[in-house]
């Protein structure tokens, strides 16, 4: 048992390490995020305070709060951001998923180890400039309030986001062209994660419904914990909760993942290989 | 001149040939970049829907701010926008040196060729998000449907500017296709009131990169918010847009055909 772990860490390790090496050569594309990052941030410090007027609260949220929210979603964007699906789609339209079905892994595993090197590349050249610029430029306050449960919740949404992409990227099995579906789902993904404005400025049941979708548990739920506190749909909820629901989650991310892999895998034909 | 509009008339014709080639292709992805639409005022619907708002402005105002920019951002998606993907595919795989051979000139030639109907979705959202605006807070008057003409005009061509800023950039960062979120960054404060800014944001926004001049001055005009001093804004806006002609022409000459 302790040889298979050793063995399977080792490859992890191999695999993100290649892909930090492959991916550092373009590591200008990702220093874009240091430009980019601040002037989103930026517009919307300047809506919210424009929009908060002289008001403490709006649903719920202090105007701080709703500052500190948006600087945290932007970089736990940096930390969970994914491209599995496009990275799969790209093996089967090419055939070259050929060579990862004769290879002794799994195929996922492989996706989530380049995952792993992808996004430390990202943490040192998006994740830590951008910190930097929020808390000495803008003077946010970007300490958690509660660190642990923030680590924990962020770890659980860069799985989320991985399954999930994963999820979507086995739909090239399916489809010919599966890159219009990539897209709807990163325009819903892009409202129902929260990115774009907290979830509770939604009506109600919109609210309720993302207890059941995946989006909330990518970047609306460690950003709230990170908040110190946890609201959707009118229900109030304890952080170790929350963080029970994001995990219970997770493994239901997983196990769709791996029951769609063993569907789509009997469909590939290695057409083009 | 004939000859240009003959040339453009029949990359047009091949621009919908190929579209109804590809009927299916074309429909999902006009489809997906109407949905996308919903995207850009889905915030201030929510922020007024919470009994907010921008101060000064009303709720069908700011959304005329935002459906005249998409109207702009259709336009020239549609006829400039493909002047970036062709400029960079090819200098990637360092054949553009095939368009350097043409007998015209090369931007003039991108222009032509890359004329694409994917972004109807894009101005037929943004017509009607136009006629809701525009019925709820009304026109303050012909002078003013004038001025928002000359206006919107000026705000295309900072789009356009923009476009080949970009475009012009890909020479040098070569294969960076995260070039246009940079630009596309800098477009967010042209979606919204200027007032809420800070006054050398809305210096930046007016003079320097006048995106303020896309949505949010044709806006103002329309709605009789604007001074006759507005005409002048019009110059940073000209100006912007010859910068982009120029630099797009400028870093031809340092293309150096790797790999071509």
Redesign the interface.
Do not use: K
């Given at each position: 048992m302790i040889d298979f772990i050793s063995q399977k860490l080792n490859f992890l390790k191999a695999v993100a390490l290649a892909t930090y090496k492959e991916w550092s050569a373009y590591r200008t594309h990702s220093l874009v995020s240091v430009f980019v990052g601040p002037v989103y941030f930026a517009v919307q410090y300047f809506i919210w305070t424009a929009v908060y007027g002289g008001s403490n609260s709006l649903n719920g949220m202090a105007l701080q709060d709703m500052i500190r929210y948006f600087g945290a979603s932007a970089l736990i964007g940096y930390l969970v951001m994914d491209f599995a699906d496009w990275n799969l789609s790209m093996l089967v339209h090419t055939g070259k998923f050929l060579t990862f079905s004769l290879r002794p892994l799994h195929h996922r595993f492989f996706a989530l180890a380049q995952k792993i090197g992808h996004r430390i590349l990202g943490f040192f050249f998006e994740f830590l400039p951008c910190l930097v610029i929020f808390v000495f430029v803008f003077q946010i306050d970007m300490m958690p309030v509660y660190p642990f449960y923030t680590l924990l919740s962020v770890l659980l949404a860069f799985f989320m986001t991985f399954y999930v992409h994963y999820c979507l990227g086995l739909l090239s099995f399916w489809f010919v062209q599966s890159s219009g579906i990539r897209s709807v789902f990163n325009l819903v993904a892009d409202i129902f994660s929260g990115t774009l404005i907290p979830l509770v400025f939604f009506p109600g049941w919109m609210q309720f419904v993302q207890f059941f979708l995946p989006f909330q548990y990518m970047n609306y739920v460690p950003a709230m914990i990170f908040n110190g506190s946890y609201t959707l749909g009118g229900v109030t909820m304890e952080i170790p909760v929350i963080l029970c629901i994001q995990f219970c989650a997770v493994i239901v991310a997983f196990l769709i993942s791996e029951i769609l892999y063993r569907c789509s895998v009997r469909r590939f034909t290695g057409v083009g290989a | 001149m004939k000859r240009f509009f003959k040339i453009y008339k029949e990359c047009i014709h091949a621009s919908v040939t190929s579209a109804a080639a590809y009927r299916a292709?074309f429909i999902?992805?006009n489809i997906?970049t109407l949905?996308?639409n919903i995207?850009l005022p889905?915030?201030t619907i929510?922020?007024y829907?919470?009994g907010?708002?921008?101060?000064g402005w009303g709720f069908y105002e700011v959304l005329l701010i935002q459906s005249i920019f998409t109207l702009s951002n259709g336009f020239t998606s549609m006829t400039v926008s493909g002047i970036l993907y062709m400029t960079m595919g090819r200098v990637k795989s360092g054949d553009y040196e095939i368009i350097l051979l043409k007998p015209m000139d090369p931007l003039l030639y991108l222009v032509f060729t890359s004329f694409s109907l994917s972004s109807l979705g894009l101005i037929i959202g943004g017509i009607a998000l136009f006629t809701v605006a525009v019925v709820h807070t009304g026109i303050a008057g012909f002078l003013q449907v004038l001025e928002f003409i000359v206006l919107f005009l000026s705000g295309t061509a900072v789009m356009s500017g923009l476009w080949l800023l970009m475009a012009a950039l890909s020479f040098q960062?070569v294969g960076?296709?995260?070039?246009s979120?940079?630009f596309?960054?800098?477009q967010?404060?042209g979606k919204?009131p200027l007032g809420?800014?800070?006054k050398i944001?809305q210096g930046l926004a007016t003079f320097l990169i006048p995106v303020g001049m896309i949505g949010f001055y044709p806006a103002s005009a329309l709605l009789g918010r604007t001074e006759p001093v507005i005409l002048w804004f019009i110059i940073p806006a000209i100006l912007f847009l010859l910068l982009g002609i120029f630099l797009y022409h400028y870093m031809i000459r340092l293309y150096k055909g790797v790999g071509g």
């Open positions: - | 292709d999902l992805s997906i949905l996308y995207l889905l915030v929510l922020i829907g919470a907010r708002s921008f101060p960062w960076n296709s995260r070039l979120e940079i596309d960054s800098l967010e404060f919204y809420i800014f800070p944001v």
